[in-house]
């Protein structure tokens, strides 16, 4: 390419002169190429190390003149080809020019300018491209990644270090290259090379240790190795990166969907060295994930920057010093000082931002004002104009809090009805509606509701909650309420104590977040309850079956108001996130959710539930909590190793934890109880629930070290959490199912859930939620990987009695049809890739290929190797695969194909061999060209069992409704069925089909060891079947109607009646047609005497003459042969043969035979299939040699 021009002071030093003229030198690197000895060696080395540029373009031009010392670089190339169309064009278009200037400065002014021309015009033709925001090195870099390892332009390079890879026990010194989907290593010293690529859909671990053996290493582990990188200069920040990229990959196994750049992020003011546009799209994404975990915000925030500041408490009559956040829609203030203080302010909620009087004791003041009448005092602010600028550029994007036309359904892709009804619209028009405000539950709670009659209490439970309220009304007036309250220690003091019932629901809301994505969604909750109701999904049934098990014991969910109230929030939500849709648990909690709160509040609760605090809990594999109970087992080996060791043995934790996390205890726990926790869970996250988890273990521990069972631990464990109470609770109490199951004769002490919850934050409250997070994220890898693995023997196990393949062949198979998907997922369009991966079916059919995938297995793997016409042959299996005709292949489809081809016997290869040279095998252009392809496309459906089942006329209608049922079932089960094919089903093939059959045989034996025998053997099965063809033509001719003699060799007299224009030329196309694929001249046409006499002879000669040498068969040599065109009256309408005499006449020839029913051997190609990536770089760096005529 050409480069921007840079001085060379030592021309000759590491280079060899290969071409020159008087103002250009054409060099090569010494040690790239031809030779190059020890220097070479050396050389070679240094550039790896060094990261010389060389390494990648060993090829460069320079500028001279004959009066300077002075080189000028303008030109460097990855292969010859490339250097030597810039030499050609340096010689073309400016030689002769510059030859006429006088002057040598003018020759390098002139030349220096040209080049810089043709980079600035290469660089506006791509302005749109985000690489022109990556320096000049990083681009450099990412080419020699994609040369190195082969990798297409979609694959994006995103960092690059200096490491050692520990090869055994030796340190290779060389470069790791870490992109969106690969990591990468290189190294090349003294002649010894070192590549390795990484999938990062294969990581299971990623771990930073130091070891005697491996100081400050990162280990990279993977299904089948492990690979060890040190000597980092920034070791944090590789590994930082390195989680980042394995997390995305992750994410793509489980929703299918490929990295998306955000073309949204700011441009930088200078460009960084070395730090690409993509580095830092992930840098911006870790610190907005950060940061809305912070403050539990939505998806969509995005952080604009944060600064050092300080905060006037008016309650502490303190500044206090932390950090400002600034986002498009809020602005958070967090303490440096853990809990002392923090605070959330909405756009939508500031009225007033002005800069305040600046002071010694106050510098920098800003003034923040809401809508509430609170006033926020933020000072020492760096850039205070700047900051107040931003604020009120988002300010001014910020829609007002009146907007109410605004349609919310812009978050979901279905169009509806249109937004709220408004106040003046018909109460008849709102009755109409599944959900609208005159329902009990869109004002209250479920428990409210049931309340509401019942006389006041006044005993010293209620007293002790009225207390609490007071409490809270204290801290309000304080810290202020709603969504802009000062969150200190204090308010988690209250929240340990527990929320008094008034309260729970706002407060629930308020800390979850969920009260920020209800107020800028009016009305949402209210339009997907009517786009969803009614609809039937797999979804609906499962929700529709739980209703009547949540919470049943609780009087709000023993009668049509309350699961009315859950049906709808639990169908809405999984109308609005089909990829979760419904999961056992949700119907619990959800029903705990609106005891305490409205509808709408509730079904933004468990948004907040699934999509943030929960994440990946609620999907079809229940993976975030699997995750959590990981990450739980190794909080047990790090606090309670003893217990771990013997509850390991056991195999209890895995089993009790799920239902813990799944449900937040509700289901385990008496309901007054467990609500307590959920309390705490709201405010300070997940942490809480591993607390408690930890603490009931703790309690437990001595009992549960001297079992000797799981049932006698998990009984221990389940009786304790049975007896867990809430001494203060006012309401009535709830008999919890499982404690009345069971509770023994001598039931265990009463455990008090406050005492649980203080003594879980005594003994564990060390928990810090980024130490969750990063445990997480390791135990992510490890459960994605497991399921993957599971689903895999699933298919395997499903596939083993359908296909002949072994289940290693079966195993090594899925692996390349997934990453065939996965590779689509990021190299090709996501959006259809996405399309094609549905979670919810089988595992035999979650992943699916498109044609072009297809072929490219095919072409790897098929034992029929047909030249040029694999990919038509590949076409027509991919068709005749496709059975609901989607354009879409699954595993069990493409195993189908592909064992008939390896393991059928010789009769279901060749009938297989001939499905694909008819309907519904031949694309619609090639069946349109058969004159009776109709015929193909209409089978006559026996109808015996319709009438047999019809009789019942006369009887009553119940009757008649069973028997229509039981039809039904009988009819599904009959199509259910394996149908077995026989030979006779298959239909008959015309003459213009039978050529092309001939075209694929005669390609398929080119790599053969006996090809002249086989090309001996197809000519003559060709002349038997084409006079078989003739002769019965001749009977339906005469006759209309087939005859089995036709199957049988014709006389010769019959054969010596026919006309040279019926017999002779579809004879002789066929040879025509075996002649010109060898893309030599056919042989003399015999006359027509000699063809009559002996049809198999001529054929032969014509095949057997010339190399024999396998080439493509162009579509044309059918039907163009030696300047006669076959008209479309000469193609016989009634020539045809079926599969029978197909199969005879084949039999006849040893050849064949030996050539279908040999065995073929699978593992060598799906070898080469697995190691195409290395053979994919050796011919991307084999440049040395090319264009050597163009090069002399």
């Known amino acids: 390419m050409w480069i921007q021009p840079e001085e060379v002071l030592l021309a000759g030093a590491l280079w060899v002169s290969e071409r020159a003229n008087p103002f250009f030198i054409l060099q090569r690197r010494r040690g790239h190429g031809r030779g190059g000895g020890l220097s070479g060696l050396l050389v070679g080395t240094l550039d790896v190390v060094l990261d010389s540029s060389a390494r990648v373009a060993p090829y460069r031009i320079l500028l001279q003149t004959a009066d300077s010392q002075i080189y000028w670089n303008i030109a460097c190339g990855s292969s010859r080809k490339e250097i030597t169309e810039h030499w050609d064009w340096l010689e073309t278009n400016l030689l002769q020019t510059i030859s006429i200037f006088d002057s040598d400065e003018d020759v390098t002014t002139f030349v220096k300018g040209k080049i810089s021309g043709m980079i600035a015009e290469e660089n506006r033709l791509k302005q749109g491209d985000e690489q022109e925001e990556d320096c000049g090195k990083f681009r450099e870099a990412e080419l020699k990644m994609r040369r190195l390892f082969g990798m297409p332009e979609e694959e994006k390079l995103v960092n690059y270090y200096s490491c050692s890879y520990w090869k055994g026990r030796v340190p290779r010194q060389g470069w790791l290259y870490l992109s969106v989907n690969h990591l990468c290593f290189y190294s090349f010293l003294l002649g010894k090379e070192v590549t390795l690529v990484v999938q990062w859909t294969e990581v299971t671990q990623l771990e930073k240790n130091a070891t005697l053996l491996f100081p400050e290493s990162v280990r990279v582990s993977t299904r089948d190795t492990e690979h060890f990188f040190s000597m980092f200069l920034n070791i944090n920040d590789t590994f930082k990166l390195m989680e980042q990229l394995a997390n995305i990959a992750m994410r793509q196994i489980l929703d299918n969907e490929a990295f998306a750049a955000d073309r949204s992020l700011p441009k930088p003011c200078k460009t960084l060295k070395n730090v690409s546009a993509l580095k830092r799209d992930l840098d911006a994404r870790a610190k907005n994930e950060r940061y809305r975990t912070m403050f539990r915000l939505t998806q969509d925030e995005r952080l604009d920057g944060h600064t050092d500041c300080t905060l006037w408490t008016p309650f502490a009559k303190m500044h206090v010093v932390g950090q400002l956040f600034i986002s498009n829609n809020y602005i958070c203030f967090n303490s440096r000082e853990e809990d002392l203080c923090q605070l959330i302010i909405p756009l939508r909620e500031v009225s007033i931002v002005e800069k305040a009087d600046s002071s010694s004791v106050l510098p920098c003041p800003v003034s923040i004002s809401t809508k509430n009448k609170m006033n926020f005092l933020f000072a ?64 209250q709670g479920l428990l409210q509701l049931y309340h509401r009659d019942a006389p006041e209490d006044l005993g010293p439970k209620a007293m002790k909650e009225k207390m609490k309220e007071e409490a809270w009304n204290i801290h309000f007036s304080e810290f202020g309420r709603g969504v802009c309250m000062y969150r200190t220690s204090r308010t988690r003091e209250l929240v340990l104590n527990g929320i008094p019932e008034r309260l729970r629901g706002e407060l629930w809301l308020l800390f979850s977040g969920a009260q920020n994505e209800m107020a800028t969604h009016p009305g949402y909750y209210g339009d997907l309850v009517e786009q969803a109701m009614g609809l039937c999904s797999l979804a609906t049934e499962e929700i529709e079956r739980d209703l009547h098990r949540s919470m049943p014991e609780h009087r709000a969910f023993q009668n049509d108001m309350g699961i009315a109230a859950l049906r709808r929030v639990l169908t809405a939500y999984a109308h609005r996130n089909p990829g979760i849709g419904y999961c056992q648990a949700m119907n619990i909690v959800t029903s705990v959710l609106l005891l305490y709160c409205p509808e709408e509040e509730a079904f933004w609760l468990l948004v907040a539930l699934c999509e943030r605090m929960l994440p990946d809990y609620y999907n079809t594999r229940v993976v975030g909590a699997l995750v959590d109970q990981g990450v739980f087992e190794e909080l047990t ?36 109880s467990a609500v307590l926790l959920v309390d705490c869970f709201f405010y300070e996250g997940i942490k809480v629930i591993f607390q408690v988890a930890l603490a009931v273990l703790h309690d437990n521990m001595d009992v549960l070290l001297s079992c000797s069972d799981e049932g006698e631990a998990m009984t221990i464990l389940a009786r304790y959490l049975d007896n867990v109470v809430n001494k203060q609770t006012v309401a009535p109490p709830i008999p919890h199912l499982h404690a009345l199951l069971t509770s023994g004769d001598d039931p265990p002490p009463e455990i008090d859930i406050f005492d649980l919850i203080k003594s879980s934050y005594e003994k564990f409250g060390s928990l810090r939620s980024d130490v969750i997070e990063q445990m997480r994220f390791k135990q992510r890898l490890k459960v994605i990987q497991c399921l993957e693995d599971t689903a895999k023997r699933s298919v395997v196990r499903a596939m083993m009695t359908e296909s002949a393949f072994s289940i290693e062949e079966l195993e090594e198979l899925y692996c390349l049809f997934k990453s065939k998907h996965m590779t689509s997922c990021y190299w090709g369009s996501s959006s259809s890739a996405a399309e094609r991966h549905d979670p919810s079916l089988p595992y035999l059919e979650q992943y699916r290929i498109d044609p072009a995938q297809f072929t490219q297995l095919f072409t790897a793997l098929a034992p029929w190797v047909c030249g040029g016409h694999t990919h038509t042959l590949s076409a027509r299996l991919f068709r005749l695969l496709d059975q609901n005709q989607d354009g879409l292949v699954n595993f069990k489809e493409f195993i189908t194909g592909l064992s008939g081809m390896y393991h059928g016997d010789m009769t279901e290869k060749l009938k297989l061999l001939y499905k694909l040279h008819l309907p519904p095998a031949l694309c619609p252009e090639e069946a349109e060209s058969a004159l009776e392809a109709t015929h193909f496309f209409t089978e006559d459906v026996p109808r015996g069992e319709e009438g047999k089942d019809g009789g019942a006329d006369g009887e009553e209608k119940k009757e008649e409704k069973v028997k229509d049922y039981r039809y039904y079932l009988r009819m599904w089960a009959k199509e259910k069925e394996p149908k077995t094919e026989t030979i006779k089903d298959l239909p008959r093939m015309n003459q213009e089909q039978f050529i092309d059959l001939c075209k694929t045989l005669y390609n398929m034996f080119s790599e053969e060891p006996l090809e002249q025998q086989l090309y001996h053997s197809i000519a003559t099965v060709a002349s038997l079947l084409l006079r078989i063809g003739e002769v019965g033509k001749k009977f339906n001719n005469g006759s209309k109607k087939t005859d089995d003699a036709a199957a049988q060799a014709p006389p010769p007299d019959l054969q010596s009646e026919e006309g040279p224009g019926e017999g002779g030329s579809g004879e002789s196309q066929v040879c025509r047609a075996l002649a010109d694929a060898q893309l030599e001249p056919a042989a003399p046409q015999t006359s027509d005497e000699e063809t009559k006499d002996d049809t198999s002879v001529s054929s032969y000669s014509v095949v057997s003459s010339g190399s024999l040498q396998c080439e493509d068969i162009a579509d044309d040599t059918v039907l163009i042969s030696g300047g006669e065109q076959r008209q479309g009256s000469v193609l016989d309408v009634d020539w045809s043969i079926t599969f029978e005499q197909v199969l005879a006449s084949l039999l006849t020839e040893p050849p064949l035979v030996d050539y279908f029913e040999k065995k073929r051997d699978i593992h060598s190609k799906m070898a080469v299939c697995k190691a195409q990536r290395a053979v994919e770089r050796q011919t991307s760096s084999a440049s040395d040699h090319e264009l050597t005529q163009h090069s002399t």
């Open 380 to 443: 020492n602010l760096k850039d205070r104009d700047f900051l107040v600028q931003r604020i009120s550029d988002f300010l001014q994007r910020t829609p007002d809090s009146s907007w109410g036309d605004t349609s919310p359904l812009s978050l979901i892709g279905h169009s509806g009805s249109s937004g709220t009804p408004s106040s003046s619209t018909a109460e008849s028009v709102q009755r109409g509606r599944h959900y609208h405000t005159g329902l009990p539950t869109a004002s």
């Open 637 to 672: 080996r790090a606090f309670l190793p003893l217990l771990y060791e013997h509850m390991q043995e056991l195999g209890v934790i895995s089993t009790i934890s799920l239902s813990w996390f799944l449900t937040l205890f509700l289901s385990v726990m008496p309901f007054d």
